[in-house]
T-cell receptor, first 115, second 115 residues
Framework: GAGVSQSPSNKVTEKGKDVELRCDPI?????LYWYRQRLGQGLEFLIY????????KSGLPSDRFSAERTGESVSTLTIQRTQQEDSAVYLC?????????????FGPGTRLTVL | AQKVTQAQTEISVVEKEDVTLDCVYE???????LFWYKQPPSGELVFLIR??????QNEISGRYSWNFQKSTSSFNFTITASQVVDSAVYFC????????????FGTGTRLTIIP
């Protein structure tokens, strides 16, 4: 079946503009995670959703970042008033359950460049 | 707070050589999980292994093997008879058995297999 998909694959924007990144998880996966990967660095947790529970937003770096998920399907990560330090690859992952017990399946990422 | 250290930033070996990637973690938790993920040039992270802290048995899967030593807080990964397709960035990750569901990733080791 289809894996995790993300769009767009690349996004170039000007400083101060808003961007919206999309993630389509694997069907049936209840958990969805967003990560940020800066060049040459590891993955930095941003937010996760699990079923209908309130999302864990503790990794969001500032109030310019927000994310939504519709049920157990698509999620969007929105960055308002982008800054150059927001440039990174944003990775989405989904899993059948929460991270302790289940493998996470990652999408190809969205490479965001803020000029 | 938990921390995962992958001290080897980059490793290059000639094809067919064995190579070991180091992972050291810091935690006060008594139970936890450890993971290895592979990120090939395509960018999508691929799950390799999940290990419960209760289980200290070494694991072998084909050319891959993992050595978990709780006494030294290490979870090293060895590739035997390396192949060019093994070239990738490898990430070690940690999650506590309690609390939130956030994976803590190391900064990764870039492995290059020279043909």
């Amino acid at each position: 079946g289809a894996g995790v998909s993300q769009s767009p694959s690349n996004k170039v924007t000007e400083k101060g503009k808003d961007v919206e990144l999309r993630c389509d998880p694997i069907s049936g996966h209840t958990a969805l995670y967003w990560y940020r990967q800066r060049l040459g660095q590891g993955l930095e947790f941003l937010i996760y959703f699990q079923g209908n529970s309130a999302p864990d937003k503790s990794g969001l770096p500032s109030d310019r970042f927000s994310a939504e998920r519709t049920g157990e399907s698509v999620s969007t990560l929105t960055i308002q008033r982008t800054q150059q330090e927001d440039s990174a690859v944003y990775l989405c992952a989904s899993s059948k359950g929460l991270a302790r017990g289940h493998e996470q399946f990652f999408g190809p990422g969205t490479r965001l460049t803020v000029l | 707070a938990q921390k995962v250290t992958q001290a080897q930033t980059e490793i290059s070996v000639v094809e067919k050589e064995d190579v070991t990637l180091d992972c050291v973690y810091e935690t006060r938790d008594t139970t936890y999980y450890l993971f290895w993920y592979k990120q090939p040039p395509s960018g999508e992270l691929v799950f390799l292994i999940r290990r419960n802290s209760f289980d200290e048995q070494n694991e072998i899967s084909g050319r891959y093997s993992w050595n978990f030593q709780k006494s030294t807080s290490s979870f090293n990964f060895t590739i035997t008879a390396s192949q060019v397709v093994d070239s990738a960035v490898y990430f070690c990750a940690y999650i506590s058995n309690f609390g939130n569901e956030k994976l803590t990733f190391g900064t990764g080791t870039r492995l290059t297999i020279i043909p």
